[in-house]
C-alpha cells in the first residue's frame, strides 16, 4: 500500500533558523514520483519540487534543498535562513503510474511550518 | 500564462442543498482532478477527468460527481449536502507529458 507519512504536525522557528521537514513514503513500484508543496493561507498549493525513483541526486534551489535517499525512504525538504513568508502547510506526495496513463497521488497530513519574526 | 482557475472562491450553503464548482485548467491541460481537503481527512482524492473521461475515481460517495467539457473545464456537483462537506476544494490540472499537478486556489464551501 502506498503511504506518506509527515510526523510533524507542526514546527515554529525564529527568523534565520534553518528548519527541516521530514517525509517518508511506503511503495511497492519501483518508478515513482515525490513531491513538495506548499500551502500558504491562501489555499493554493503551490509546487515546489518533484523528484523521480531513479534520481538520487539532491538539490539546493536558493534557499530550499531536498534530500532524497531511497535507502530509507525519505525525501526531505530544508529551508535554510528561514523567513516570515515560509509560513505555510507543507505537503510531501507520492505518485504512482496508474492504469491508462493515469497517475495516483498520495499527500502526506503536511507540516504547518511558523516562522516567527 | 494563466494557472488553474477555479470559481466560486467561497460559497455557504444549507444541509440538503447542491453545489456546483468550476475548475478552468492551464491552457494546454487536458487531465482535471478534484480533492477535498479537511483539517480531519487531510487531502482526498476526488476523481480525474482526461478527454471527458472520468479515469480515476477516490472513495466519496455517489453524492459528489463530476464531469469535463470539450474545452477542458471541468466541473464537479455535490448534492444533498451535509454538515460534513464542508471543506476547501481543491482542482488541479496536469500538462499532457509528465504528471506534476498545479492547484488552483480552490473553493471554500461550508454547509449550514
Known amino acids: 500500500a502506498q503511504k506518506v507519512t509527515q510526523a510533524q504536525t507542526e514546527i515554529s522557528v525564529v527568523e534565520k533558523e534553518d528548519v527541516t521537514l521530514d517525509c517518508v513514503y511506503e511503495t511497492r513500484d519501483t518508478t515513482y514520483y515525490l513531491f513538495w508543496y506548499k500551502q500558504p493561507p491562501s489555499g493554493e498549493l503551490v509546487f515546489l519540487i518533484r523528484?523521480?525513483?531513479?534520481?538520487?541526486q539532491n538539490e539546493i534551489s536558493g534557499r530550499y534543498s531536498w534530500n532524497f535517499q531511497k535507502s530509507t525512504s525519505s525525501f526531505n525538504f530544508t529551508i535554510t535562513a528561514s523567513q516570515v513568508v515560509d509560513s505555510a502547510v507543507y505537503f510531501c506526495a507520492l505518485s504512482e503510474a496508474g492504469l491508462s496513463g493515469t497517475y495516483k497521488y498520495i499527500f502526506g497530513t503536511g507540516t504547518r511550518l511558523k516562522v516567527l519574526a | 500564462k494563466a494557472g488553474v482557475t477555479q470559481t466560486p472562491r467561497y460559497l455557504i450553503k444549507t444541509r440538503g442543498q447542491q453545489v456546483t464548482l468550476s475548475c478552468s485548467p492551464i491552457s494546454g491541460h487536458r487531465s482535471v482532478s478534484w480533492y477535498q481537503q479537511t483539517p480531519g481527512q487531510g487531502l482526498q482524492f476526488l476523481f480525474e477527468y482526461f478527454s471527458e473521461t472520468q479515469r480515476n475515481k477516490g472513495n466519496f460517495p455517489g453524492r459528489f460527481s463530476g464531469r469535463q467539457f470539450s474545452n477542458s473545464r471541468s466541473e464537479m456537483n455535490v448534492s444533498t449536502l451535509e454538515l460534513g462537506d464542508s471543506a476547501l476544494y481543491l482542482c488541479a490540472s496536469r500538462p499532457p507529458s509528465g504528471n506534476t499537478i498545479y492547484f488552483g486556489e480552490g473553493s471554500w464551501l461550508t454547509v449550514v
Open positions: 523528484r523521480n525513483s531513479f534520481d538520487e
